[in-house]
C-alpha cells in the first residue's frame, strides 16, 4: 500500500509541476493545490499506513484497546487541510480580482508593480 | 434562482441542518464530530438558503454579520483557553464542572473544552459564511 | 506553565479580535496601540525572565513534550519577540498618520495584530508543525495586509507574493512530512536528539535542502527571493515597514533554529551550500538596489543583500558568526523598519517615491534628513551605528576563517549599500525638488504619530552603535545557547521526567 500511494504522491507531484509551469496563473493555483494534496498525503505515508480501529479510548480505560490507527498524522494532515482551505480560497478569490482589475490571468503580463524599463 | 421547491424546500433543510450541526457539536467530545464539523454543517444550512433566496435574505437570517460572528467565536475560542490560568493550569488545559455528581455517576459534565467547541463553531460558521457570501455577490 | 511565556502570544490576539470587532469605530485604532503597547510590556518582562532563568518552556493544556504543543523561550527566541514588539509598538503609532479611514474599517488593525501574533509564536513555538502554523497565521494575515484596499499595483505584487510563499508553504509541509517518517517527532528537542539515531544520514541531508528550501523563500536569499522586490513596495508605508522588519527574518531565524539545532549532520555540505547562497544574495541584492530608482525598491533590494550578511553568519556556524547573525538580526529589524517609515513621510512631504522625482527635503525638513541619516548609514555600515558592529563580528569571522574572498565580498556589498543610500540622499534630500515644492514637516498631518516612532527606533540604533558591549555580550550567551543546546533539551523535556 506504502508503494501505491507514493507512486500516486509521485504522479500528483508530477502533474502540479506540469500544471505550474502554465503561464495561466489559474492553471498555477490547480497545479498548487495538487501539490498540497501530494504533501499532505506525504504526511499520510510517512506516519506508516497503520490499518486498524480509530484511536478511542473506551470509558475506564488508559490506553486504545487493540491495535489502533496512528493519530497524530491525521492530525496533522487535517490541520494541513484546514489552513490549505483557507489558503487557497484567498488565492482563488485573488485570482478572480485580479482578472477584474488587471483584465489578464496571463502572468507574463502582470507587470503593473515591476514595470519593464522603456528603451527609449 | 427562482424555484419553488428549493425556496420551501431550503427554509426547512436550514432548521434541520442547524439542528443536526448542534448535535454533531455536542457529540463531539466523546466520538467523531466538533466545532469544526458542526460549523461546517451550519454553513451548509445558510449557504443552501442563499442559494435559494438571495444573499441579502440569508443575511437577514443570520441577523448578525458573518465576519462578527467569526470574531466573536475566536474570542470565546481565547478565553476558553485562557480561563485555565485562573486555575493555576497551563493554557488551554480542560477545565471541568460535573454538576449534579454522584458516587457512581459523572452527572452532567461541563467542560472549558466545550467552551472551545463553541468558538470553533462559530469561528467556522462566520467564515465560511463571510466568504461564500462575498463571493455570490461578486460573481 | 507560566504567565509571562504565553502573555505576548494571547495579547495581540485578544487586541485583534477586539480591533475587529470595533472596525467600524474609531476606537480601533487605540486598541492596537494598546495592544502593542501592553505586548511590548509583556515581552520586556519575557526577556527579563529568561535572563535570569534561562530557557524556559510550557507545556499547552498540560500535555508532555514531546506530545503537547510546547512553548519556549531561549534568549534567541526571547529576542525576537522583544524586537517584534518594539517594531509593532512603533509602526502601530505611525499607523494613526499613514493608515486611511477605508482600510481601518476593512480591517487593519485586526490583521496588524494577527501577523504581530503570527510572528512571536513563530518565535516562541517549540515543535515543527506549530511553526508551519504559526508561518501560516502569518502569511495570511500579511496577504490580507498587502492587498488591502489594494488597487492594480497591489493586486499585481500580491499574486507573485502570495503564489511564491504558498510554493514555500507545501515544501515546508512535505519536509515536515518526511521528518516526522524518519524519527517519529516534531519537537525540537526531541528532534535534535532524534537525528542522530536517523541512520539513512543521507536522506536526512535531502530533508535538511527542502527545509533550507523553504525557509529560504520566506527569508529572501538568492535564488528564492524574486517575490520580494514584486511586491514590497506596493502597500501602505505602515504594512511595508513591518514587513521588510519581520516577515524575512522569521525566514532567519527558522534557518538559524533548524540548521543550529536540528540539521548540525553534515556542515560540510549544508553549510557550504548555505556559504554560497550567502554570498549570491549579498552581491545580487546589492546590485538589484543599485539599479532601482524608487525609494521603497531601493529598500527592498536592500533586505536582500542585508538577509546575506544575516545567512553567512550561519553559514561559517563558528561561535563568532553566530554572534554576527544575531545581532545583525536584531539592528537589521530596527533599521530596515525604520527606514521603510521615512520612505512614508517622505512621500506625504513630496508626493512621491521615485528619487529622481523628488527632492528637497534636506533644506525644507532637515529634521527629517539627519533622522533618515541615521538608519541609513547604519545600513551601510558606518561607526559608530549599530550597523558597523554588525558588519565588523561577520567580516572579522570570516578573516579568522582564512575565508579572503568571502570577506572582500562582504566588505564591497558594504560599499555598495553606502552608493544606494548616498543615491537617495543626493537626490530626495539633496537637489531641490524639481516642482519646486519646498515640504515642510509642519504640514504634515498626525505629525507627531509619523515623527515619534521613526525618531524612537533612531534612538535605539544610536544606543546599540555606542555602547555596543552589553549587546554582544547578549549576542554571545545566545549563541552559546544555540551551538549547545542541553538546557534547551532538558529543558523542554525534563519537565515531564
Not at chain 2, 440569508?58 to 470574531?71: E, Q, S, T, V
Not at chain 3, 484596499?149 to 505584487?157: L, P, R, S, T, V
Not at chain 3, 524519527?183 to 543521507?202: C, I, R, S, W, Y
Not at chain 3, 570570516?398 to 553606502?418: H, K, N, R, S, Y
Request: with cysteine; hydrophobic share 60%; net charge neutral.
Amino acid at each position: 500500500m506504502e508503494q501505491l500511494l507514493s507512486v500516486l504522491i509521485g504522479i500528483l507531484v508530477a502533474t502540479s509541476v506540469y500544471l505550474m509551469l502554465a503561464r495561466n496563473l489559474l492553471r498555477f493555483l490547480f497545479g498548487l493545490i495538487l501539490l498540497s494534496n501530494a504533501a499532505n498525503l506525504t504526511i499520510f505515508v510517512a506516519g506508516r499506513l497503520t490499518p486498524g480501529a480509530p484511536p478511542l479510548i473506551p470509558d475506564g480505560a488508559d490506553a486504545p484497546l487493540g491495535l489502533v490507527a496512528n493519530a497524530l498524522p491525521q492530525a496533522l494532515v487535517l490541520t494541513a487541510i484546514v489552513i490549505g482551505f483557507g489558503l487557497f480560497a484567498f488565492a482563488l478569490i485573488l485570482a478572480f480580482r485580479a482578472y477584474q482589475s488587471l483584465g489578464t490571468l496571463n502572468t507574463d503580463d502582470m507587470r503593473v508593480a515591476e514595470p519593464k524599463e522603456s528603451t527609449e | 434562482m427562482n424555484s419553488i421547491i428549493l425556496v420551501a424546500g431550503a427554509r426547512l433543510q436550514v432548521v434541520l441542518l442547524l439542528v443536526f450541526s448542534a448535535y454533531m457539536m455536542l457529540r463531539g467530545h466523546n466520538a467523531p464530530g466538533g466545532g469544526f464539523i458542526g460549523g461546517l454543517i451550519a454553513a451548509t444550512g445558510f449557504v443552501v438558503y442563499a442559494i435559494a433566496c438571495g444573499t441579502s435574505d440569508a443575511r437577514k437570517a443570520l441577523r448578525f454579520d458573518p465576519a462578527n460572528i467569526a470574531g466573536v467565536g475566536l474570542g470565546i475560542a481565547l478565553l476558553a483557553g485562557v480561563i485555565a490560568v485562573f486555575w493555576g493550569d497551563a493554557l488551554f488545559t480542560g477545565q471541568w464542572l460535573f454538576i449534579g455528581a454522584t458516587e457512581d455517576s459523572k452527572g452532567i459534565p461541563l467542560s472549558t473544552v466545550l467552551v472551545f467547541d463553541i468558538g470553533v463553531y462559530l469561528v467556522v460558521l462566520g467564515a465560511i459564511l463571510s466568504i461564500t457570501f462575498a463571493l455570490e455577490e461578486a460573481v | 506553565m507560566s504567565w509571562y511565556l504565553t502573555l505576548p502570544l494571547v495579547i495581540p490576539f485578544a487586541a485583534s479580535i477586539i480591533a475587529f470587532l470595533l472596525r467600524d469605530n474609531a476606537m480601533g485604532r487605540w486598541v492596537s496601540i494598546m495592544g502593542s503597547g501592553l505586548g511590548l510590556a509583556a515581552s520586556i518582562v519575557l526577556m527579563v525572565v529568561v535572563l535570569e532563568q534561562g530557557v524556559i518552556a510550557g507545556q499547552m493544556g498540560n500535555w508532555p513534550a514531546p506530545f503537547g504543543i510546547t512553548l519556549v523561550a531561549d534568549l534567541l527566541s526571547a529576542v525576537m519577540v522583544l524586537i517584534t514588539a518594539i517594531t509593532g509598538f512603533a509602526v502601530a503609532i505611525y499607523a494613526l498618520g499613514d493608515i486611511t479611514e477605508r482600510q481601518e474599517r476593512l480591517g487593519y488593525h485586526a490583521l496588524f495584530q494577527i501577523l504581530l501574533a503570527g510572528v512571536t509564536g513563530a518565535f516562541l513555538t517549540g515543535d515543527l508543525f506549530n511553526l508551519y502554523v504559526w508561518f501560516e497565521v502569518m502569511l495570511i494575515a500579511s496577504f490580507g495586509l498587502l492587498i488591502l484596499n489594494g488597487g492594480k499595483e497591489q493586486i499585481d505584487g500580491g499574486v507573485k507574493y502570495v503564489a511564491l510563499n504558498l510554493i514555500s508553504t507545501i515544501l515546508f509541509l512535505t519536509g515536515i512530512g518526511l521528518l516526522y517518517g524518519m524519527t517519529g517527532t516534531l519537537n525540537f528537542a526531541d528532534l535534535a536528539l532524534k537525528v542522530n539515531e536517523v541512520e539513512n544520514q543521507g536522506l536526512l541531508t535531502v530533508v535538511a535542502m527542502m527545509f533550507m528550501v523553504a525557509f529560504g523563500v520566506k527569508a529572501a536569499v538568492f535564488p528564492l527571493f524574486f517575490w520580494l522586490p514584486a511586491a514590497y513596495h506596493t502597500p501602505s508605508f505602515s504594512v511595508s515597514a513591518v514587513f521588510a522588519g519581520l516577515l524575512t527574518k522569521v525566514g532567519v531565524y527558522a534557518l538559524i533554529r533548524m540548521f543550529t539545532m536540528v540539521f548540525d549532520h553534515d556542515i560540510g555540505f549544508t553549510h557550504t551550500v548555505l556559504l554560497w547562497v550567502a554570498c549570491f544574495t549579498m552581491v545580487i541584492g546589492v546590485l538589484g538596489a543599485a539599479a532601482q530608482s524608487d525609494f521603497r525598491k531601493i529598500l527592498s533590494f536592500h533586505i536582500i543583500s542585508q538577509i546575506g550578511y544575516m545567512v553567512l553568519g550561519l553559514a561559517l556556524m563558528t561561535p563568532l558568526a553566530l554572534v554576527g547573525a544575531v545581532f545583525y538580526l536584531v539592528h537589521h529589524i530596527i533599521v530596515k523598519a525604520n527606514l521603510f517609515l521615512i520612505a512614508g513621510i517622505a512621500k506625504r512631504l513630496t508626493g512621491g517615491t521615485d528619487v529622481y522625482k523628488i527632492g528637497g527635503l534636506y533644506k525644507s525638513a532637515p529634521l527629517l534628513a539627519i533622522l533618515f541619516l541615521i538608519p541609513a548609514f547604519s545600513l551601510a555600515g558606518f561607526p559608530p551605528l549599530s550597523g558597523f558592529w554588525a558588519k565588523y563580528i561577520i567580516v572579522k569571522a570570516t578573516l579568522d576563517l582564512e575565508l579572503w574572498f568571502v570577506a572582500f565580498i562582504a566588505l564591497a556589498v558594504g560599499l555598495m549599500t553606502i552608493y544606494s543610500m548616498t543615491k537617495i540622499w543626493a537626490e530626495a534630500f539633496w537637489k531641490p525638488h524639481p516642482e519646486g515644492i519646498e515640504p515642510a514637516l509642519k504640514t504634515l498631518p498626525h505629525k507627531a504619530a509619523q515623527i515619534i516612532p521613526v525618531a524612537g527606533l533612531a534612538v535605539l540604533t544610536i544606543i546599540i552603535g555606542l555602547s555596543p558591549e552589553p549587546f554582544v555580550i547578549f549576542a554571545e550567551r545566545t549563541t552559546a545557547q544555540l551551538l549547545d543546546p542541553t538546557a534547551y533539551i532538558t529543558t523542554v523535556l525534563g519537565e515531564t521526567k
